[in-house]
């Protein structure tokens, strides 16, 4: 089993900074892909960034230039460090991990954090 916990969301002014951090732990063979997905109040859940073991990143265009994402391949630890936030940014943000287990080391299973409240006011 395994186990995504995140941390640092919170309230905000616009123009201001937040740094989530999400720490995965339990039965872990390997990470590959590290991610944070966030949705909005009546809206889809949605890619923010991923990142792979190797360092390798991407954004979605709205967060490009002020969302930093990284990982501590070490810790099972990924960040985000949000700069430059927006009213637009508010919603709840989850980890996601693409993960092999020790006990099935050739199957890949995503999970997913319980989510953390990102509120930017104007």
């Known amino acids: 089993q395994v186990q995504l916990v995140e941390s640092g969301g919170g309230l905000v002014q616009a123009g201001g900074s937040l740094r989530l951090s999400c720490a995965a732990s339990?039965?872990?063979?390997?990470?590959?892909?590290m991610g944070w997905y966030r949705q909005a109040p009546g809206k889809q859940r949605e890619l923010v960034a991923i990142i792979i073991s190797s360092g390798s990143t991407n954004y979605t265009d709205s967060v490009k230039g002020r969302f930093t994402i990284s990982r501590d391949n070490a810790k099972n630890t990924v960040y985000l460090q949000m700069d430059s936030l927006k009213p637009e940014d508010t919603a709840v943000y989850y980890c996601n991990a693409a993960v092999r287990t020790w006990i099935r080391p050739l199957t890949i299973s995503n999970y997913w954090g319980q989510g953390t409240q990102v509120s930017v006011s104007s």
């Open positions: 339990g039965s872990i063979y390997s990470i590959s892909t």
